[in-house]
């Protein structure tokens, strides 16, 4: 099936420091992929999409210039949280499909930040 | 607005107890709804997508059907391994992005 791995699983920093994550789809060409971020017992989030080779769209509310999205291939996207303060603090999970029709995304494992 | 609601919040069975999970949507245009397994801190896993009324997919002790407006994911004989928050998700016709929404999730708990 679909492999998507994504790294760190958590990252502990202090307040202030950018924290890059990366998402990778291992055994297929992923199109597009997107960034979610999960609040305790709450569903996904959705923060922003992007597609390869294309600026990441982002969601009402999000801020582009805290939340730096990078597609740069068709294997990897990244995401930096830039200067993360304790309120960026969440489990962040990111998602690939492909670009045919109808297919489901596939998640990775996601990465627990915690900012002091 | 479009919306995507399951229910319930949270199903505790004893293992063996067979249930449904439901999934209710109001979208204009559906594509696709996909269902997703999610252990604690881990990402969803994919389960199943559906993409007509009258469609059923199976999986072990799943099964997953569709009508137009909702959606069940049926348990038969769980087992404690089933445990998890299972979500449902759709996808609109619309949408250059092909965004997807979810629900809100089922914490299922089987007990042995």
């Known amino acids: 099936g679909a492999v998507v791995s994504q790294h760190p699983s958590r990252v502990i920093c202090k307040s202030g420091t950018s924290v890059k994550i990366e998402c990778r789809s291992l055994?297929?060409?992923?199109?597009?992929m997107f960034w979610y971020r999960q609040f305790p017992k709450q569903s996904l989030m959705l923060m922003a999409t992007?597609?390869?080779?294309?600026?990441?769209?982002?969601e009402q509310g999000v801020e582009k210039d805290k939340f730096l999205i990078n597609h740069a291939s068709l294997t990897l996207s990244t995401l930096t949280v830039t200067s993360a303060h304790p309120e960026d603090s969440s489990f962040y999970i990111c998602?690939?499909?492909?670009?045919?029709?109808?297919?489901?995304?596939?998640f990775g494992d996601g990465t627990r930040l915690s900012i002091l | 607005e479009d919306q995507v609601t399951q229910s319930p919040e949270a199903l505790r069975l004893q293992e063996g107890e067979s249930s449904s999970l439901n999934c209710s949507y109001t979208v204009s245009g559906l594509r696709g709804l996909f269902w997703y397994r999610q252990d604690p801190g881990k990402g969803p896993e994919f389960l199943f997508t559906?993409?007509?009324a009258g469609e059923e997919k199976e999986k072990e002790r799943l099964k997953a059907t569709l009508t137009k407006k909702e959606s069940f994911l049926h348990i038969t004989a769980p087992k404690p391994e089933d445990s998890a928050t299972y979500l449902c998700?759709?996808?609109?016709?619309?949408?250059?992005?092909?965004?997807?929404?979810f629900g809100t999730g089922t914490k299922l708990q089987v007990i042995p």
């Open positions: 998700a759709v996808q609109l016709a619309s949408g250059g992005y092909q965004k997807v929404t």
């Open positions: 055994d297929f060409q992923a199109t597009t």
């Open positions: 998602s690939a499909r492909t670009a045919k029709s109808n297919q489901p995304q596939h």
């Open positions: 992007s597609n390869e080779g294309s600026k990441a769209t982002y």
């Open positions: 559906l993409y007509s």
